[in-house]
C-alpha cells in the first residue's frame, strides 16, 4: 500500500467516524489528503488528526473528483443523497449505511467471506454489526458441513444508537441515581438498568427493522436464501460491545472439536473457553475497544450432532465497522 491516495470521510464527527481516523494513524494508510466532511448542523468544528487540526466541511458543497476513496459513516439520509454523487464522480465508496445494502447489484462484504466481490464494484456497503459478526464466523462451518438454520438472540450496546444513546443512558443513570426525574428521547423505554426488545421500528410481520437487517443481510453474504434465519435483537445497558446467543443446525454432523477447529483458524476471530466453561468473553472486559471477535461457551446441544451453540461479542464500532471498512479500502487499493 505505497501508493497516496486522498480520502474522504463523510460522518467525520460519528462514533464511528472517530474509530476510523484511530485506526488510519495507527495503521499509518497511505493518505495523501484527508477531508473531513458531514452535514451542515455538523460542519464548521475542527478533528485532530496525526497532529494537525482539519476542519469539518459541510458534504454538500464537497467536490468528491477531489478524492479516491469516500467512507460513509454518516445517516442512511446523507448516504442516499451523496453516495451515488460520489460513484458519479469516479470516487470508490465504502458505505456504512443500511441505504444500498439491500440492492442485490452492490456487494456487502464481509472481510474473509466474500473478498471476491470488492474490486469490480464503485459502491461497497458494510453489513450491520450482528451479520458482520456471524458471517466471519460461520462461513468455514457453511463451507465445510452446511448450514440449515441459524437462530439468534442479540444483546446490542447503546452506542449502536450513535453519540444520543451513549448521552441518553448516562443522564438517564444520572438522574436515577440522584432520584431526579429521567427523560427518554432515543429509546423507546427507559434505557439505564433496562434491557428493550426492540431496535427500530416494527415491520408488518412482527420482526424489527434491526432483525430484518440480521436475517437478509446475513443471507446475502453467505449468498444462500435457504438458510432459515431467525433473530430477536434487543438493547442492552452496555456502552461498546453487542453479543449475541447463536444457535446452529447444520446440514452435515459435526463435532465441537471441529467447530473450534473451523473457528479458531479464522482471522480476527478468538476463542475464550476451556473444558469446564470457566472463561469466556464478555463486551466489557474483552471485546471493548478491539478488532477482535470473542466467541465462547462453544457446546453441541444434548443427543445432536447438527446442532450446536455459541456465544460471540465484539466492539460494534471498531470492530463491526471501522475495522472492516478499512480491511476493504486495503483491498481496494493494492
Given at each position: 500500500?505505497?501508493?497516496?491516495?486522498?480520502?474522504?470521510?463523510?460522518?467525520?464527527?460519528?462514533?464511528?467516524?472517530?474509530?476510523?481516523?484511530?485506526?488510519?494513524?495507527?495503521?499509518?494508510?497511505?493518505?495523501?489528503?484527508?477531508?473531513?466532511?458531514?452535514?451542515?448542523?455538523?460542519?464548521g468544528g475542527r478533528i485532530e488528526f496525526n497532529k494537525e487540526q482539519?476542519?469539518?466541511e459541510d458534504v454538500a458543497s464537497f467536490d468528491f473528483a477531489r478524492v479516491q476513496l469516500a467512507f460513509f459513516v454518516s445517516s442512511t439520509s446523507v448516504s442516499k443523497d451523496f453516495v451515488p454523487k460520489a460513484a458519479e464522480a469516479g470516487c470508490r465508496v465504502i458505505d456504512r449505511t443500511p441505504a444500498f445494502r439491500s440492492?442485490?447489484?452492490?456487494?456487502?462484504?464481509?472481510?474473509?467471506?466474500?473478498?471476491?466481490?470488492?474490486?469490480?464494484?464503485r459502491i461497497i456497503t458494510n453489513p450491520c454489526c450482528i451479520a458482520l459478526c456471524l458471517t466471519k464466523v460461520l462461513k468455514p462451518v457453511y463451507d465445510n458441513a452446511g448450514i440449515k438454520s441459524i437462530n439468534i438472540t442479540?444483546?446490542?450496546?447503546?452506542?449502536?444508537?450513535?453519540?444520543?444513546?451513549?448521552?441518553?443512558?448516562?443522564?438517564?443513570?444520572?438522574?436515577?441515581?440522584?432520584?431526579?426525574?429521567?427523560?427518554?428521547?432515543v429509546f423507546p423505554h427507559q434505557m439505564a438498568f433496562n434491557v428493550i426488545p426492540q431496535i427500530g421500528a416494527f415491520t408488518e410481520s412482527g420482526y424489527t427493522e434491526e432483525e430484518m437487517k440480521v436475517i437478509n443481510e446475513t443471507r446475502k453474504i453467505l449468498n444462500?436464501?435457504?438458510?432459515?434465519?431467525?433473530?430477536?435483537?434487543?438493547?442492552?445497558?452496555?456502552?461498546?460491545?453487542?453479543?449475541?446467543?447463536?444457535?446452529?443446525?447444520?446440514?452435515?454432523?459435526?463435532?465441537?472439536?471441529?467447530?473450534?477447529?473451523?473457528?479458531?483458524?479464522?482471522?480476527?476471530?478468538?476463542?475464550?473457553?476451556?473444558?469446564?466453561?470457566k472463561e469466556y468473553p464478555t463486551p466489557v472486559t474483552d471485546a471493548?475497544?478491539?478488532?477482535?471477535?470473542?466467541i465462547g461457551r462453544v457446546r453441541q446441544q444434548a443427543g445432536s450432532e447438527h446442532h450446536f451453540e455459541f456465544w460471540l461479542t465484539a466492539d460494534n464500532i471498531k470492530a463491526c465497522a471501522a475495522s472492516n471498512m478499512l480491511r476493504i479500502a486495503s483491498q481496494l487499493i493494492t
Open positions: 500500500m505505497s501508493k497516496q491516495i486522498d480520502i474522504g470521510i463523510v460522518g467525520a464527527t460519528s462514533l464511528v467516524g472517530e474509530a476510523l481516523l484511530e485506526l488510519l494513524s495507527e495503521q499509518n494508510f497511505p493518505i495523501g489528503k484527508l477531508y473531513l466532511l458531514d452535514s451542515e448542523d455538523e460542519a482539519l476542519r469539518v440492492l442485490e447489484q452492490i456487494p456487502l462484504i464481509a472481510d474473509g467471506v466474500n473478498n471476491e466481490l470488492i474490486k469490480d464494484n442479540s444483546l446490542q450496546a447503546v452506542s449502536g444508537a450513535g453519540r444520543e444513546g451513549l448521552e441518553e443512558i448516562g443522564l438517564q443513570t444520572a438522574a436515577l441515581l440522584n432520584f431526579k426525574e429521567m427523560k427518554t428521547r444462500d436464501d435457504g438458510i432459515f434465519v431467525n433473530v430477536t435483537t434487543v438493547r442492552v445497558p452496555v456502552f461498546y460491545g453487542h453479543s449475541a446467543t447463536v444457535s446452529v443446525e447444520t446440514k452435515q454432523g459435526v463435532s465441537v472439536e471441529q467447530i473450534k477447529s473451523m473457528i479458531g483458524s479464522i482471522a480476527g476471530v478468538e476463542i475464550s473457553d476451556d473444558e469446564d466453561f471493548a475497544g478491539q478488532e477482535t471477535t470473542y
